[in-house]
């Protein structure tokens, strides 16, 4: 009786442990239609002279030129600064005003979901809709509010040409800040209520409540938050689209903000250089993993910790 007991309980586990393989099977199939192929169809394709003007044409396999090309073109190292510094500029202030807002509306108060609601909806708004607005209505050189701003405090400002940066900027703090609070808010949800009243009990101040209380909790959400944050915005292409007054150029860059993903396309279609695009996006993926993996050794290393 025993015996059969047992080998009922292995079967359910067998059948568990395919069931579980199961569900997992139609993402898995999906990942690796739309995204593990074209990758890997990039990562090959950029070894060859390959270009949409020559379709037809068997490609000639050249190794490692498209990125010796890369690597030795003063104008991908004009993007990649244009990319670092928007990056970093960008989710920094994102960083910053997303964890203001999520100390504030963590508190329970009186409206807090109606902000809360109110702070999302930015995030909602498509960018490409959202840069053109700000475009039209906030940095016009003329009638712009930010225009009519800076001459009252007497500062000096030509529109969105030539401080084209800042409108870039302006549009991505103002769209991506509510996804760092929202994740903030999560981070932030995991503390436990024993210890924040026992915080209180004790009698800590702000700063020590939140440096030795709550951010130890909320630090992996805060890091994750900013690396997302960081990979997305090497594609930000729409904003600058806008602002770009002319299709992004394959030489130097007059205005400042032509990045790698706009690189990109001027590679693609209007160089009609494919390879070198493929190249570039090969890039730009594995910068994205560096990050990844940056996060998730961080994690194995609190772990370990605990």
């Known amino acids: 009786m025993d015996f059969g007991v047992n080998n009922l309980a292995i079967t359910f586990d067998i059948k568990d442990k395919y069931l579980k ?4 099977l139609p993402a898995l199939t999906l990942l690796t239609i739309f995204a593990i192929i074209p990758y ?14 020559i379709f037809g044409r068997t490609p000639d396999f050249i190794g490692l030129q498209n990125y010796e090309i890369l690597m ?11 990319t670092a510094k928007f990056s970093v500029t960008a989710v920094t202030i994102e960083f910053l005003f997303g964890l203001m807002l999520a100390m504030l509306l963590f508190e329970h108060f009186r409206g807090r979901r109606l902000i809360l609601t109110l702070c999302v909806l930015p995030m909602m708004i498509a960018p490409e809709i959202t840069a053109m607005v ?23 400002y030509e529109g969105y040409g030539k401080d084209a940066f800042f409108s870039v900027v302006s549009v991505d703090v103002w769209t991506w800040t509510p996804f760092i609070m929202l994740m903030i808010i999560g ?6 209520k024993s210890v924040l009243e026992s915080s209180d009990v004790d009698g800590a101040g702000w700063w020590s409540r939140f440096r030795y209380v709550i951010f130890p909790y909320a630090r992996p959400f805060m890091l994750l938050a900013v690396i997302f944050r960081l990979a997305d915005s090497f594609r930000t292409w729409e904003v600058i689209r806008e602002f770009l007054e002319v299709p992004p150029p394959v030489g130097p860059d007059p205005l400042g903000i032509d990045m790698l993903p ?18 570039t996006a090969i890039i730009m993926v594995v910068m994205s993993l560096v990050l990844v993996y940056t996060y998730l050794r961080y994690l194995k290393r609190i772990e370990k910790h605990e």
């Open 21 to 24: 393989w199961l569900f997992v």
């Open 40 to 53: 890997l169809w990039t990562f090959g394709m950029s070894f060859y002279d390959y270009s949409v003007s």
């Open 72 to 82: 030795t073109h003063p104008d991908i190292w004009l993007r990649f600064q244009n």
């Open 134 to 156: 700000f475009k039209m209505v906030m940095f016009r050189p003329d009638i712009g509010f930010v225009n009519y701003l800076m001459k009252l405090l007497g500062i000096p």
């Open 187 to 192: 981070g932030l949800s995991s503390v436990p």
């Open 262 to 279: 706009s690189y990109l396309y001027a590679l693609a279609f209007r160089a009609f250089k494919s390879s070198e695009m493929m190249a």
